[in-house]
């Protein structure tokens, strides 16, 4: 095939609206950290996807939220630089939210060329779905094209990509068209883990814990990857080993799970928990884990 339009594409919205879960459907492939608790995904993740003539280069973003934090501005700043990066993006609004999450988008937007994607429509019946689209149209000027879709059952996600595709640039492909993403794997990696510990922590933990990859041994048939999971404060290191190791344990498994089912191969995985108080409010300590904060 040769590729004749690309370009990126950015997906933003509220945080826990659906993105991640959404890009993994449209590449149809686990890459994007994908949980039921807001402001799971930190940084831009990128995906491939080659639809009829066009390469298109999504860009998965944190939710758009206002906190004071170190590591919020952060994340705020990665998905307003990802929009005023991309040729296109898409602004998913679940299908049960008000408008007041798009209205906040338009005003970051500042005209920036965009398709709404009204997602999660399985969950309405059909009339439903009509009325929350009528709601929307006063705004129509605003926006490219409004595609109601389901991640879920895949409908109108075809849809979406011939919209995209026909929105890029004339252009060469950008990437090389058998790769899926631009992360590497020992990034991915770095995200199975972190998704496997928004599962089986609650509370405050998946937000006050990252992972360091301190070992990463590609071969053939077996990655062998030593990582640590460094949290904030000792009780909370307690939280995550569990009573005889069992937090770990079903964190360990489940990550592995996830990484052998991506490469393929067996995967040795062994994991560590230490404490570091001030790794998310420092921004040297934020650096190590990739977060570039400015000054």
Known sequence: MT?????????????????????????????????????????????????NNAQIIFVDTPGIHHQEKLLNAYMLGESLRALGDCDICVFVAPIHDSLAGYKEF???????????????????????????????????????????????????LHTLLDLLAQNLPDS?????????????????YKEMIREAI???MSDEIPYES??????????????????????CKPSQKAVVIGKNGSSIRRIGLRARKMMEEFGGKKIRLDLFVRVDSKWCKDRNKMRDFGYNVED
């Open 210 to 231: 990252d992972v360091l990859i301190k070992k990463f041994i590609e071969s053939p048939h077996q990655d062998s990857i030593a990582a640590d999971i460094v949290v």
């Open 106 to 156: 338009l005003q970051l937007a500042h005209g920036r060329k965009h398709l709404l994607a009204l997602t999660k429509i399985d969950t309405m019946r059909h009339d439903e779905v009509l009325a929350r689209i009528a709601q929307y149209q006063p705004l129509a000027q605003h926006y490219e094209a409004l595609v109601p879709l389901s991640a879920y059952n895949q409908h109108n």
């Open 3 to 51: 590729i004749t339009k690309a370009g990126f594409v950015a997906i933003l919205g509220r945080p826990n609206a659906g993105k991640s879960s959404l890009l993994n459907a449209l590449c149809r492939d686990h890459l994007a950290l994908v949980s039921h608790k807001a402001n799971a995904t930190r940084k831009r993740l990128q995906c491939i996807v080659i639809h």
């Open 172 to 188: 060469p492909a950008l990437f090389d068209t058998e790769i899926a993403t631009t992360e590497n794997l020992r990034s991915l």
């Open 198 to 200: 928004f599962e089986f």
